[in-house]
């Protein structure tokens, strides 16, 4: 694991760094076998869009990313909704297989074209990636324009959308009568203080000027609902993802606390998945195959499950600070290999 180690510090190095801090955490069974941060939560003030580079903060103003840094998931939001919603299945108050409509009649484009819970979770609604909410004047708009929006692509068809762990966002709510944050923090999870910063927010490159962000949610849609969103808006450290991590690989318990039942686990990691992707070779490397489950987020997050060895593969970083590119998971599946190789 030493290999793992020295390539996560590397991606912190240089000028223009992969990302400008992180954290990995892996883990087998009950151990935490490697727990290392690198680099910096907070490296630079601003982005230079002249110098297309950071602008560097003094050695002294900077902050070191830590093992208990909280950094911004961003889609890995994605999983602690899709747990939700495995939780209300197996209460019985939500159908895998029901029409969305069946639980918010309102939502017109979903009634109209038969969109389901089981769509929702796999991805195979047929709505497109995203919708601009940020850009809409009010709450009433947003939600208009969320009830009114219709598949791109015909339904059953896989596109990986935002807008289907929105709808499932409202049609927990609905159900439980219940905001998804409260669903989350009691069922799943607690709050966690301040976190790495993320991206200077500014046009052209970025959807809203926001300015250097630390501590507030990084997706301009979730910003714009109030960081309370089912495809992001969570923080969490390492530690506390790991702990999430064992609660699954164990069927659903940490300890005494138990978050689902064993079946309803196998259900979500089974292909496709519903929440995770399974056997995704883009991120997982040498993992994907076998059985193994996770998600990236676009702040740079990445989680893997491996069932078959028992273990776990936790990397966080702020590849968005201090600005957006063109993403590059070669990093997360380089480290899930290494996890791979050292659990044969």
Not at 14 to 40: S, T
Not at 127 to 140: F, I, N, S, T, V
Not at 145 to 165: F, H, V, W
Request: charged share 25%; net charge positive.
């Amino acid at each position: 694991m030493n290999h793992l180690v020295r390539e996560v510090r590397d991606l912190t190095r240089g000028r223009r760094p992969w990302c400008a801090g992180a954290v990995v955490l892996a883990g087998r069974g009950p151990v935490i076998a490697v727990e290392e941060a690198a680099g910096y939560a907070v490296r630079y003030s601003a982005y230079d869009p002249v110098a297309d580079a950071g602008v560097e903060l003094r050695p002294e103003q900077r902050v070191p990313a830590r093992t208990d840094t909280p950094f911004d998931l961003a889609s890995l939001t994605k999983l602690f909704t899709a747990v939700a919603a495995m939780q209300q299945l197996e209460r019985g108050t939500l159908g895998i297989d029901a029409l969305v409509s069946a639980y918010l009649p309102e939502f017109t484009a979903a009634a109209e074209h038969r969109i389901t819970v089981r769509r929702l979770l796999t991805h195979t609604s047929g709505l497109r990636p995203e919708l601009p909410l940020y850009a809409c004047p009010d709450g009433k708009a947003r939600l208009d324009a969320l009830r009114s929006e219709a598949p791109s692509a015909e339904p059953g068809t896989y596109r990986y959308s935002d807008l289907n762990m929105l709808l499932l966002q409202h049609v927990l709510e609905r159900i439980t009568r219940r905001p998804l944050d409260v669903l989350v923090r009691e069922g799943i999870t607690r709050p966690r203080p301040d976190a790495a910063a993320t991206e200077d927010q500014r046009r052209p490159w970025a959807k809203a000027d926001r300015g250097m962000l630390r501590g507030e949610v990084h997706d301009e849609n979730a910003w714009a609902l109030g960081g309370v969103a089912g495809h992001a808006g969570l923080f969490s450290t390492a530690r506390d993802l790991a702990v999430f991590c064992r609660a699954l690989l164990c069927g659903g318990s940490y300890g005494t606390a138990r978050i689902l039942g064993p079946d309803f686990v196998e259900l979500m990691l089974t292909p496709p998945g519903l929440g995770f992707g399974v056997d995704q070779a883009w991120f997982m490397g040498e993992l994907s195959g076998r059985g193994a489950a996770g998600h990236t987020g676009f702040t740079g997050t990445s989680l893997v499950l491996d069932p078959a060895t028992d273990t776990f593969l936790i990397l966080l970083a702020n590849t968005v600070h201090p600005r957006r590119r063109s993403a590059d998971s070669g990093p997360r599946a380089r480290a899930a290999s290494r996890l791979a190789r050292a659990a044969r």
